[in-house]
């Protein structure tokens, strides 16, 4: 370019010097490469070129691909401007291992399969809604999802609700299980008050202790009587009435503390009179039936068959309240005061149970509370020092004999952990009530019976039962087998006393919902539920 610089002469004269002029006579641009463009590649190119890539590293890549040489095809070609050439001949070069790995049987099956999936035919199919063209699987996925639905019964299976949720409720409090289910409150064992026990219980027959699968013996019907009274018909509750601020039974505790566990239905009625709580249950209602294979993958059908929801609850019932009076010898143990339910009326022989009345302080943040508990025990029994131990007797049943063969009696003396880490996990919320219920009774020992059915040797025989064996633990020590948190299950209870007390005097509904991990109370008309016991009244 030219430059203009001062002139000798005098300041103010420009000085103009000429450039270089190259002649190019067979047509225009320079005639040869200057000295700083040397030695780097260059490749034509036309402007009406497609590009493919930024970059080309192969330099003919694109063009060895049929699928896109239509679509990027250049006009002077890719040329090979870019290649790598290896001017220097290293002889020493060579692979470390040029043969194929061997792929293992289980590698190659796999592939074989892949490669057949991606085989699969294909269809377009246009989606109704958008209009567009899509590409679908050819064949449905029939058979998966058909074992998809046998691993996924619960869906299947149409659970009913425990009561009815009607227009008139109002909704008042919503709680997660998942905001409870990390609770913590100490629990209070040295506080525990045992104000009142009731009832003549009989002791335990150790001889039951000794029965195998090969010395089995039948479960018999014993014909006694059982109460399930409620809280607010409890006459000895009534008199304790101003020593607590929360009155419950321990099948109610049980339920509301173990109520992440929970995958059916159920209510409990809450009374909130002044500065009073009640927990009552209903009288119409299956509250007291125990539940079968509650937690299992497979849950029971729910139509009216002898395998049915309903229909496994009243034998599991049946088995557990027979079992417990079956396994005990004639000799008593009263207790201070008689059984506060008993009538002269009565013409059956009441069953061996204990009432025993606890007081357990309430902690935690915010004000006090103490609840009144009345728990049950079945049986005593004498340990090796002579000492009297409190039990609780409970009973697992066996229902799916599959082929009409028990597992249980197969293998339940030589592998009895697997049996009960089965029961463990298809009844985890019944064997959580259970174990709850022992500890705040103040129980020494929790006993199980396994119990089976026998099947009829003739189309007129009813289905029979036999006791196969018995277990016995220590309800703290299996409360930590089954993980059981003692202190989230009273973090519980303090949650929903909590919610409770805050609440206005009146009725109110506390319904957790079918397979659906949300408690829910409910502010009712004070004379809900109230409709049938009058019905039934004017009936008799």
């Not at 309430?362 to 000492?387: F, H, Q």
Request: proline letters at 5%; aromatic letters at 10%; glycine letters at 6%.
């Amino acid at each position: 370019m030219p430059s203009v610089s001062e002139s000798s002469e005098g300041p103010g004269l420009a000085q103009f010097d000429t450039p270089r002029v190259v002649n190019n006579p067979v047509g225009w641009g320079p005639i040869s490469i200057p000295e700083r463009f040397k030695d780097i590649p260059y490749q034509p190119f036309s402007k009406s070129d497609n590009l493919g890539q930024i970059t080309d590293w192969t330099g003919s890549l694109l063009n060895e691909r049929s699928k896109y040489r239509s679509n990027y095809h250049q006009q002077f070609g890719s040329g090979a401007h870019y290649s790598y050439y290896h001017e220097e001949d290293d002889n020493t070069f060579q692979l470390v291992d040029t043969t194929k790995p061997q792929r293992s049987l289980y590698q190659r099956s796999r592939a074989r399969y892949q490669n057949r999936r991606n085989q699969r035919p294909t269809q377009r199919v246009q989606d109704p809604k958008t209009g567009r063209m899509t590409v679908q699987p050819k064949y449905n996925n029939t058979r998966r999802n058909h074992w998809n639905s046998r691993n996924d019964n619960k869906n299947q299976v149409k659970l009913k609700s425990s009561v009815e949720v009607r227009k008139d409720w109002e909704l008042n409090v919503e709680i997660e299980f998942s905001q409870i289910s990390k609770l913590q409150l100490p629990y209070p064992a040295k506080d525990v008050v045992t104000l009142v026990e009731c009832g003549t219980v009989e002791y335990y027959d150790k001889r039951y202790d000794r029965i195998t699968t090969k010395a089995e013996r039948p479960l018999q019907t014993t014909n006694r009587l059982f109460h399930n009274i409620s809280t607010t018909d409890d006459p000895v509750i009534r008199e304790l009435v101003k020593e607590a601020q929360v009155f419950a039974t321990d099948s109610i505790l049980s339920t509301i503390m173990t109520c992440p566990r929970s995958y059916y239905s159920w209510d409990i009625i809450i009374q909130r009179i002044g500065s009073k709580l009640f927990f009552d249950k209903r009288d119409d209602s299956d509250f007291d039936h125990l539940t079968v294979n509650e937690t299992a993958n497979d849950l029971p059908s729910g139509d009216g068959g002898t395998n049915s929801m309903h229909k496994l609850g009243l034998e599991a019932t049946w088995i557990n309240q027979n079992f417990s009076q079956q396994c005990l010898k004639r000799e008593q143990k009263t207790f201070s005061r008689p059984n506060p339910f008993i009538s002269k009326e009565d013409k059956v022989e009441p069953s061996s149970v204990c009432y025993r009345y606890r007081k357990f302080p309430l902690g935690g943040p915010g004000e006090p509370y103490t609840v009144i508990c009345r728990t049950e025990i079945d049986a005593v029994t004498s340990s090796s020092t002579g000492e009297e131990q409190l039990m609780c007797i409970k009973a697992l049943n066996e229902w799916d004999l599959k082929g009409g063969n028990s597992e249980w009696r197969q293998k339940l003396d030589t592998q009895r952990g697997d049996i009960l880490t089965t029961e463990m996990k298809n009844n985890k919320c019944k064997l959580a009530k259970w174990t709850v219920s022992s500890i705040i009774a103040g129980a020494d020992l929790l006993k199980f019976g396994y119990i089976t059915r026998s099947m009829p040797r003739s189309s007129g025989e009813s289905i029979g039962h036999s006791i196969l064996s018995t277990q016995q633990f220590i309800p703290k020590q299996f409360a930590a087998q089954i993980s059981l948190d003692m202190n989230n299950a009273w973090g519980i209870l303090r949650v929903i006393v909590d919610k409770c007390m805050a609440l206005k005097d009146g009725k109110y509904v506390l319904y957790k919902e079918p397979a659906k991990p949300v408690l829910r109370i409910y502010k009712v008309p004070q004379n809900t539920f109230e409709e049938n016991e009058d019905s039934e009244e004017d009936e008799d």
